[in-house]
C-alpha cells in the first residue's frame, strides 16, 4: 500500500494498492519534489471515470511503469472532486498546451509546481496517434535533465498567461440587455433543430443554458427548451427505469450515453424539467422530476442525510453493464436500441408497471461502484432542487429530505466560524471550502427558506454568503476560486457543467441584496458581471447562470414579504414561474431584515405585501387576492 491509504476519498483509495509511489497534494510531496530536485507527475481523475480506470489498469498496475514513475518523479494523485483549485490550475495549463482537456489529466511540474507539459490520457504502447505513456516519461525526464532552462522558460509562461487571465480589470462598458439577447441568438446559432441540445456529439446536458431560454419566455427560447428536454429524456441518457440522467451522450440523438451518473447532472436537471413544467405544463417533465429526485433518495442519499457524488460508468469493468438489456429480457423489441456486445439500450414509453419489473430485475445485478464522498457545492444544488420540489409537486418527503440535507450541512459539513468544508466521508469532513461551496449551499437555503417560511433559513444563507468575502478580489472586484492559492489564484466564470462560483454567487448576492436592502451585496453582483462582461459578449453560450443572473440584474426588482404563518399565502406568494421575484417570511413581525421590516399582521391575520423596490401595495389577507 502507498500513502493514498490514509485519504477518505474513493477514487485515491481505488489507487492504494498501485506499485506507484504515490503522495496525495500537499506540502510533503512538493517538499521532497524540491529537495531531490525531482519533477513532479500529477495525475487527476475522478472516481466514476472510465478512462480514468483503463489508464489505472494498463499504466499505474504495470510495475514496469509505476518503477520508471518513482525513479523519475514525484508522483501525485489528485481527485478532482476534493480538489477543484488544482485540477482547474493544471487543465488550463494543458488546455493551453494541447488545446483540448479531459479525464484522466496528466501534468508534469516543476518542484514548486509550475507546470511544463501535460496532456490527458496516454495508452500503454502507441496508438491513437498518441506516444506511449512510457515513452511520456522517458521524453520528459530526459528533457527536464537536459533542456532544464527551456522548460522553465514555458512554466513560466504558462503561469504568467493563467494569472494574467484572472488578473483583467473590470470593463468600462455598459452593461445593456443587449447582452441578454445576444446570448440567445448566439444559443439559437448552436441549436440542433432535428434532436434538440447545442453543437454536436457530443452532447452534454446545458442545464444553465436552459434555465436562461425558459426566464426569457420568448417563443423561439421555450421551442429550443422543449426540443432539448424531449430530446434528453427521450431514454439513453435518461435512464428510463431507474430515473436519473447519465453524464453525457456520445452521440447527437442523446441515445447513448456515457454511462456515470454525476449528483450535480441530476440535481440541475431535476431543477430545469421542474421549471419546464411549469413554464411549458407537460407532464412528461413533472414525471422527470419525480424520477429524479426518487433516483436520487433511492441510490445516492447517504443515512447522515447528505448525497453522494456518483455512481461509476462501469460494472466489472464494463461500461454500462448494468443499464443495459438483451432481447430476452425485454418482450417489446421496439423499445430496444442497440449499443454493443449484444446489449440494448432502452428508448420509448415505458408503463409503470413494466418500469417496476425491470428496476426489479436490474436490482438484483451486480451494481456500479459508488462514490460515497460527500461534495458540499453539489449537495448545494440539490438541496435547492428538493426545496423547490416539495411545494412545486406537493411532495412532504422532498421537503423531510432537503432539511435533513440542511441540517447536515450546518452541522457535519461546517467547520470554526461559519466556514464550509469540501468534502465528506465516513464521519470525516475535509478541506476548506471553496467559492462554489459557499455560492451553491447559499442558494440552496434561501430556496429552502422559501420552501419551509422559516426565518432562520435565510438568515443561514446570508451568513453563508458573508463568509464567502474571504475569496473576494478586493482590488478589480469578484472572487477567486480559492482563499490561499497555488502557483496562480485564479477566478472562473464558466457555468459547465455546474454554475461557476462567481455565477452563482452573483445571483445569490442579488436575491438577498433585493431581501436585505443591502445596495453593497449588489455592487458586489455587479462587479462579478463588469469582469465577465468580455466573456458575456464573446461567448455567451459558456456562461449560462450567468446570464440568469443578469437578467434578474436587469429585473424590476419585485419583492413578496408574508407575516404571519399561513401556507396559504406562502403558496399563492409561490405560485407559477417567478424567476425574479424574492421572497421574505416570517411568523412573527420583524425589523431584523428590510423587506419585513415594519410590516404586521392586519386584524390579527397574516398578511402579504407585494412591493417593488420596497414600496409596497396595500397588504392582503386572502390567497385569492394575492394571486389576483
Given at each position: 500500500?502507498?500513502?493514498?491509504?490514509?485519504?477518505?476519498?474513493?477514487?485515491?483509495?481505488?489507487?492504494?494498492?498501485?506499485?506507484?509511489?504515490?503522495?496525495?497534494?500537499?506540502?510533503?510531496?512538493?517538499?521532497?519534489?524540491?529537495?531531490?530536485?525531482?519533477?513532479?507527475l500529477?495525475?487527476?481523475?475522478?472516481?466514476?471515470?472510465?478512462?480514468?480506470?483503463?489508464?489505472?489498469?494498463?499504466?499505474?498496475?504495470?510495475?514496469?511503469?509505476?518503477?520508471?514513475?518513482?525513479?523519475?518523479f514525484?508522483?501525485?494523485?489528485?481527485?478532482?472532486?476534493?480538489?477543484?483549485?488544482?485540477?482547474?490550475?493544471?487543465?488550463?495549463?494543458?488546455v493551453a498546451?494541447?488545446?483540448h482537456?479531459?479525464?484522466?489529466?496528466?501534468?508534469?511540474?516543476?518542484?514548486?509546481?509550475?507546470?511544463?507539459?501535460?496532456g490527458?490520457?496516454?495508452?500503454?504502447?502507441?496508438r491513437f496517434?498518441?506516444?506511449?505513456?512510457?515513452?511520456?516519461?522517458?521524453?520528459?525526464?530526459e528533457?527536464?535533465?537536459?533542456r532544464?532552462?527551456?522548460?522553465?522558460?514555458?512554466?513560466?509562461?504558462?503561469?504568467?498567461?493563467?494569472?494574467?487571465?484572472?488578473?483583467?480589470?473590470?470593463?468600462?462598458?455598459?452593461?445593456?440587455?443587449?447582452?441578454?439577447?445576444?446570448?440567445?441568438?448566439?444559443?439559437?446559432?448552436?441549436?440542433?433543430?432535428?434532436?434538440g441540445?447545442?453543437?454536436?456529439?457530443?452532447?452534454?446536458?446545458?442545464?444553465?443554458?436552459?434555465?436562461?431560454?425558459l426566464?426569457?419566455?420568448?417563443?423561439?427560447?421555450?421551442?429550443?427548451?422543449?426540443?432539448?428536454?424531449?430530446?434528453?429524456?427521450?431514454?439513453?441518457?435518461?435512464?428510463?427505469?431507474?430515473?436519473?440522467?447519465h453524464?453525457?451522450?456520445?452521440?447527437?440523438?442523446?441515445?447513448?450515453?456515457?454511462?456515470?451518473?454525476?449528483?450535480?447532472?441530476?440535481?440541475?436537471l431535476?431543477?430545469?424539467?421542474?421549471?419546464?413544467?411549469?413554464?411549458?405544463?407537460?407532464?412528461?417533465?413533472?414525471?422527470?422530476?419525480?424520477?429524479?429526485?426518487?433516483?436520487?433518495?433511492?441510490?445516492l442519499?447517504?443515512?447522515?442525510?447528505?448525497?453522494?457524488?456518483?455512481?461509476?460508468?462501469?460494472?466489472?469493468?464494463?461500461?454500462?453493464?448494468?443499464?443495459t438489456?438483451?432481447?430476452?429480457?425485454?418482450?417489446?423489441?421496439?423499445?430496444?436500441?442497440?449499443?454493443?456486445d449484444?446489449?440494448?439500450i432502452?428508448?420509448?414509453?415505458?408503463?409503470g408497471?413494466?418500469?417496476?419489473?425491470l428496476?426489479?430485475?436490474?436490482?438484483?445485478r451486480?451494481?456500479?461502484?459508488?462514490d460515497?464522498?460527500?461534495?458540499?457545492?453539489?449537495?448545494?444544488?440539490a438541496?435547492?432542487a428538493?426545496?423547490?420540489?416539495?411545494?412545486?409537486?406537493?411532495r412532504?418527503?422532498?421537503?423531510?429530505?432537503?432539511?435533513?440535507?440542511?441540517?447536515?450541512?450546518?452541522?457535519?459539513?461546517?467547520?470554526?466560524?461559519?466556514?464550509?468544508?469540501?468534502?465528506?466521508?465516513?464521519?470525516?469532513?475535509?478541506?476548506?471550502?471553496?467559492?462554489?461551496?459557499?455560492?451553491?449551499?447559499?442558494?440552496?437555503?434561501?430556496?429552502?427558506?422559501?420552501?419551509?417560511?422559516?426565518?432562520?433559513?435565510?438568515?443561514?444563507?446570508?451568513?453563508?454568503?458573508?463568509?464567502?468575502?474571504?475569496f473576494?478580489?478586493?482590488?478589480?472586484?469578484?472572487?477567486?476560486?480559492?482563499?490561499?492559492?497555488?502557483?496562480?489564484?485564479?477566478?472562473?466564470?464558466?457555468?459547465?457543467?455546474?454554475?461557476?462560483?462567481?455565477?452563482?454567487?452573483?445571483?445569490?448576492?442579488?436575491?438577498?441584496?433585493?431581501?436585505?436592502?443591502?445596495?453593497?451585496?449588489?455592487?458586489?453582483?455587479?462587479s462579478?458581471?463588469?469582469?465577465?462582461?468580455p466573456?458575456?459578449e464573446?461567448?455567451?453560450?459558456?456562461?449560462?447562470?450567468?446570464?440568469?443572473?443578469?437578467?434578474?440584474?436587469?429585473?424590476?426588482?419585485?419583492?413578496?414579504?408574508?407575516?404571519?404563518?399561513s401556507?396559504?399565502?406562502?403558496?399563492a406568494?409561490l405560485?407559477?414561474?417567478?424567476?425574479?421575484?424574492?421572497f421574505?417570511?416570517?411568523?412573527?413581525?420583524?425589523?431584523?431584515?428590510?423587506?419585513?421590516?415594519?410590516?404586521?399582521?392586519?386584524?390579527?391575520?397574516?398578511?402579504?405585501?407585494?412591493?417593488?423596490?420596497?414600496?409596497?401595495?396595500?397588504?392582503?389577507?386572502?390567497?385569492?387576492?394575492?394571486?389576483?
Amino acid at each position: 500500500m502507498n500513502r493514498l491509504a490514509q485519504e477518505t476519498s474513493p477514487y485515491l483509495l481505488q489507487h492504494a494498492d498501485n506499485p506507484v509511489d504515490w503522495y496525495p497534494w500537499g506540502d510533503e510531496a512538493l517538499e521532497r519534489a524540491q529537495a531531490e530536485d525531482k519533477p513532479i507527475l500529477l495525475s487527476v481523475g475522478y472516481a466514476a471515470c472510465h478512462w480514468c480506470h483503463v489508464m489505472e489498469h494498463e499504466s499505474f498496475e504495470d510495475a514496469e511503469t509505476a518503477a520508471l514513475m518513482n525513479e523519475r518523479f514525484v508522483c501525485v494523485k489528485v481527485d478532482r472532486e476534493e480538489r477543484p483549485d488544482v485540477d482547474g490550475l493544471y487543465m488550463d495549463a494543458v488546455v493551453a498546451m494541447t488545446g483540448h482537456g479531459g479525464w484522466p489529466m496528466t501534468v508534469f511540474l516543476t518542484p514548486d509546481g509550475r507546470p511544463f507539459y501535460g496532456g490527458t490520457y496516454f495508452p500503454p504502447e502507441p496508438r491513437f496517434n498518441m506516444p506511449s505513456f512510457r515513452q511520456v516519461l522517458a521524453a520528459v525526464a530526459e528533457a527536464y535533465g537536459g533542456r532544464r532552462a527551456d522548460l522553465e522558460r514555458q512554466a513560466d509562461a504558462l503561469v504568467g498567461a493563467i494569472r494574467e487571465a484572472s488578473a483583467v480589470a473590470p470593463s468600462s462598458e455598459p452593461l445593456t440587455t443587449e447582452l441578454l439577447s445576444r446570448g440567445v441568438s448566439a444559443l439559437a446559432a448552436q441549436f440542433d433543430p432535428e434532436y434538440g441540445g447545442f453543437g454536436r456529439a457530443p452532447k452534454f446536458p446545458p442545464a444553465s443554458n436552459l434555465e436562461f431560454l425558459l426566464r426569457t419566455g420568448r417563443e423561439d427560447a421555450l421551442e429550443m427548451v422543449r426540443k432539448t428536454l424531449d430530446g434528453m429524456g427521450a431514454g439513453g441518457m435518461y435512464d428510463l427505469v431507474g430515473g436519473g440522467f447519465h453524464r453525457y451522450s456520445v452521440d447527437e440523438r442523446w441515445l447513448v450515453p456515457h454511462f456515470e451518473k454525476m449528483l450535480y447532472d441530476n440535481a440541475l436537471l431535476a431543477s430545469v424539467y421542474l421549471h419546464a413544467w411549469v413554464v411549458l405544463g407537460d407532464d412528461r417533465y413533472r414525471a422527470v422530476v419525480a424520477e429524479t429526485l426518487d433516483y436520487l433518495v433511492r441510490e445516492l442519499r447517504l443515512p447522515e442525510g447528505g448525497f453522494a457524488s456518483a455512481e461509476d460508468a462501469d460494472t466489472a469493468d464494463v461500461e454500462g453493464l448494468t443499464y443495459t438489456w438483451t432481447p430476452d429480457e425485454i418482450e417489446d423489441q421496439g423499445l430496444l436500441q442497440p449499443f454493443e456486445d449484444g446489449r440494448f439500450i432502452l428508448r420509448g414509453e415505458l408503463t409503470g408497471d413494466l418500469r417496476e419489473r425491470l428496476l426489479s430485475v436490474r436490482d438484483k445485478r451486480e451494481q456500479p461502484l459508488r462514490d460515497d464522498k460527500v461534495v458540499t457545492a453539489w449537495n448545494g444544488l440539490a438541496l435547492a432542487a428538493f426545496a423547490e420540489a416539495s411545494w412545486r409537486l406537493e411532495r412532504p418527503d422532498y421537503l423531510e429530505v432537503a432539511l435533513q440535507l440542511a441540517r447536515f450541512l450546518g452541522e457535519d459539513m461546517a467547520g470554526p466560524e461559519g466556514l464550509l468544508y469540501r468534502t465528506y466521508r465516513d464521519g470525516t469532513a475535509k478541506i476548506d471550502g471553496y467559492l462554489e461551496d459557499y455560492a451553491d449551499v447559499a442558494n440552496g437555503l434561501v430556496e429552502l427558506h422559501w420552501a419551509t417560511g422559516d426565518l432562520a433559513w435565510l438568515e443561514r444563507a446570508w451568513q453563508v454568503a458573508s463568509a464567502a468575502d474571504r475569496f473576494w478580489d478586493e482590488e478589480r472586484g469578484a472572487y477567486f476560486v480559492d482563499h490561499h492559492g497555488l502557483v496562480v489564484r485564479r477566478k472562473e466564470f464558466d457555468d459547465h457543467p455546474t454554475p461557476s462560483g462567481n455565477s452563482m454567487m452573483a445571483f445569490v448576492l442579488l436575491r438577498l441584496a433585493r431581501i436585505y436592502g443591502d445596495d453593497e451585496l449588489e455592487r458586489k453582483a455587479v462587479s462579478v458581471f463588469r469582469l465577465a462582461r468580455p466573456l458575456l459578449e464573446r461567448a455567451p453560450t459558456a456562461v449560462g447562470h450567468l446570464l440568469c443572473a443578469l437578467d434578474l440584474h436587469f429585473s424590476p426588482p419585485r419583492e413578496i414579504a408574508v407575516v404571519g404563518a399561513s401556507d396559504e399565502l406562502r403558496a399563492a406568494a409561490l405560485a407559477g414561474f417567478q424567476p425574479n421575484t424574492v421572497f421574505a417570511f416570517t411568523d412573527e413581525p420583524t425589523d431584523d431584515i428590510a423587506l419585513l421590516a415594519g410590516k404586521g399582521l392586519v386584524d390579527g391575520r397574516p398578511a402579504a405585501y407585494v412591493c417593488e423596490r420596497f414600496a409596497c401595495q396595500a397588504p392582503v389577507t386572502s390567497a385569492a387576492d394575492l394571486t389576483s
